[in-house]
Structures are given as structure tokens and as C-alpha cells.
């Protein structure tokens, strides 16, 4: 994986629906918040579903199409259970929730673009990542895109408060990043089971 090229492509799509992308953003991570993470499955089904389909044609992003997440909202509704099992090793030590977020990334991508269950997306994405020898690369992906921004951005809010909107910026960015990555490992020609 070329973490590099994959966060310039990240920036390249953000930059072309900015105020899309970060509306919504604000609405998936401001819903999430509101309803305790029932709705995080399907808003970022919804979400990913959304940057997708700009990677692979082109379209721009419209705010409705976060509504596919509801549309698949039996399929996408249990990836809270992802969460929870991530958040819970995150408690055991971190290590074994870093481990955990690298194995499954996938998952939610899988879950809205190919909408295969829970449990199968969080084995094909475990298997994707673990193949020859990927895990360290999908590591550091994961570290340089997911952990350490969240990190530096309430640190310099910590000094300087107003940096804290640079949060409203991440997600979206993540989210794009990880769709990079996702087509670059599961694209057109990956083989995946459970396709629609």
C-alpha cells in the first residue's frame, strides 16, 4: 500500500466537494453522537457508499446519498458491533485495539459496497489485511490516517481552541483515505465473496 499516494488521492476528492464532504461529515458524526452509535452503522454505510461512488465515477457527492445507508439499514445496523468490540480492546491496553482497527478497516466498506453481513466483512477484511505479509503497511496506514490526526489536532487545540475545527475535517478525509485504500486492495478486479 503507498500510504502517500493514497492520502494525496484522499485530498484530491475532498477538494473537489469540500462543502459536501464536510456537512456531511458534521451530520454523520453529530447524529452517531446524538443517538450513542445506533445510527453509526448506516451513517457511514451512508458516507462510504456516498465517497464510492465519487472515486469510481466521477459524480459529485450530494447529501442525499447518505440516505443509502438507510436504505440498507438492517445490513449496516449491526457494524456498532465493530465499534464496540474495537472500543472494548482499545480499553485493554490499546495495542489490541489498534490491532483490532487494522484487521477490520474494511469492514464498513465491504458492508456498503458489497453488502455482505457483519461477521463476513469483518473476515474479508481480515483476511485482505493479513495476506502476504500486509499487515505492517495497513498498520501504519492506520496509524498515520486514523490515530495520530485526531491526536495532533486536540493537541494544538489544547493550546491554540480554535484548531478544534480542524476535527471537522478529519472524518471526511479518513473516510476518503480509507475508500483509496479500499480500492486499491478490493477494486474492480479483487476477488470478494458475497457480491451483490
Not at 478497516?105 to 502476504?132: C, H, N, P
Not at 499487515?135 to 493550546?159: K, N, T
Not at 479518513?174 to 458475497?194: K, P, T
Request: charged fraction near 10%; avoid cysteine; glycine fraction near 10%.
Amino acid at each position: 500500500m503507498d500510504i502517500r499516494q493514497t492520502i494525496a488521492k484522499a485530498f484530491q476528492f475532498f477538494s473537489e466537494a469540500v462543502i459536501v464532504y464536510l456537512v456531511a461529515g458534521i451530520l454523520v458524526s453529530l447524529l452517531s453522537g446524538l443517538t450513542l452509535g445506533l445510527l453509526a452503522g448506516p451513517l457511514l454505510g451512508g458516507f462510504m457508499h456516498m465517497a464510492l461512488n465519487h472515486v469510481r465515477t466521477g459524480r459529485q457527492p450530494q447529501l442525499g446519498d447518505l440516505a443509502y445507508g438507510f436504505q440498507e439499514f438492517g445490513n449496516l445496523f449491526p457494524y456498532i458491533l465493530v465499534l464496540l468490540l474495537t472500543l472494548v480492546g482499545f480499553l485493554l491496553f490499546i495495542l489490541p485495539g489498534i490491532v483490532l482497527t487494522t484487521w477490520w478497516m474494511y469492514a464498513i466498506v465491504l458492508m456498503a459496497d458489497k453488502g455482505v453481513s457483519f461477521g463476513e466483512a469483518m473476515r474479508q477484511s481480515k483476511a485482505r489485511v493479513t495476506e502476504s505479509g500486509g499487515f505492517s503497511s495497513r498498520l501504519g496506514f492506520v496509524v498515520l490516517v486514523f490515530l495520530l490526526p485526531p491526536l495532533v489536532v486536540h493537541f494544538l487545540s489544547a493550546f491554540f481552541p480554535p484548531a478544534g475545527f480542524l476535527n471537522l475535517v478529519l472524518f471526511p478525509l479518513q473516510a476518503l483515505a480509507l475508500v483509496q485504500a479500499y480500492e486499491a486492495d478490493f477494486g474492480r478486479s479483487g476477488s470478494i465473496v458475497g457480491v451483490r
